[in-house]
């Protein structure tokens, strides 16, 4: 079923709006756009009776359906939940909640690192996907009847997905480390995109202050100015262009136009006239507030035998508590820890130091240490092996 009135948006939601859960999917386009465009939303309960709302149709309300998103009584469930959760948030201004990310839940019982939908249907329904649908078109009218029945299907499977990860996570006492997975996705800072951050999505090669300085003005320029004219990024003005345009740092329209991918009509224009004021006020800001250089700390020589067993603990926990070692701790995570007993990283925090964190400092301390039981690699505390 697909919805097309304000009134069959109105009448979908009042009815879902009684349920404990509803399954939620979006279909957007944003390869011409800088935010992404909504092309359809499709929603069930927990009947399966599947319908997708058309947000392209003329004249349609979806404030019923924001006011359903909004409602702390019905629990939204999501696979892989951010880019749905910003669509929802760009349109809004406000965060889905509460929600539930299938995703995040399935890493957590030990389905593997950033484990697929499709991977998930056959996993626990025990049926196939046809995927050959999902890179067509979704603004184009009407709809087919090959995209409505991709698209309500990946809702309908969602049902038992949800239902089967979420007697996972009771049974293993897991709904709490679930719930600290989803804090960031429920953070609006996630989603509000600063264009004074824009320049740390910059690579640069052993930047200067001076350069990151530059890079951090032109950067937000080029954000806003995306923003405003709904563009992507890219369209605006490549990330070269703006790197080389930072290590340069040119004063003049001429030098301007002799940056990388500059054209010369911009260059001379109003566009040249606003770059070149950025890099005016990046220069004339007080040096001690140009961006510091973040250089990674590098292990000595001497860690490396460490960081390599501390690889192996981490395979042996992920194994042992059956969660995909990639939410437990990253490899910036590991060299952190073989620098600092305190470092401040997620793996020495919350039920990651339960599972891994307690057991990795041990380690390091000379406490526990890692052999072969018959065949499988496993840990010993020092304490119990013969002396």
Known sequence: ???TTSQ??????RTLSNSPFITVDTEFLREKTYYPKLCLVQISGPDKNAAAIDPLAKGIDLSPLFELLFNKGVLKVFHAARQDLEIFYNLTQRIVEPFFDTQ???????????????????DITK???DKSAQFMDWTHRPLTERQLTYALGDVTHLCDIYV????ELEKRGRVSWLKQEEGILADPATYSNDPYEAWKRIKLRSPSRKTLAVLREVAAWREKAAQERDIPKSWMMRDETLADMAAQAPGTKEQLAKI??????????????ALLDCIKTALSTPKEEWPKVEKKAILPPQAAATLDILKMLLKIQSAEHQVASKIIASQDDLEAIVLSDDADVPALKG????????DALALKAGKLAIGLSGERITKFS??????
Not at 164 to 167: E, P, R, V
Not at 351 to 358: C, L, T
Not at 382 to 387: G, K, S
């Open 1 to 3: 079923m697909i919805v």
């Open 8 to 13: 069959g948006v109105a009448d979908l939601c």
């Open 104 to 122: 995040i839940a399935a890493m957590v019982c030990g389905y593997g690192d950033s484990v697929g939908y499709n991977s998930l249907v056959q």
């Open 127 to 129: 049926k196939r996907i």
């Open 164 to 167: 089967h990860l979420s007697k």
């Open 260 to 273: 990388r991918n500059m054209s010369k009509d911009h260059a001379k224009g109003r566009i040249g006239d």
């Open 351 to 358: 039920w990651r130091r339960e599972i891994f964190g307690q």
């Open 382 to 387: 020092i304490a119990d092996l013969p002396h």
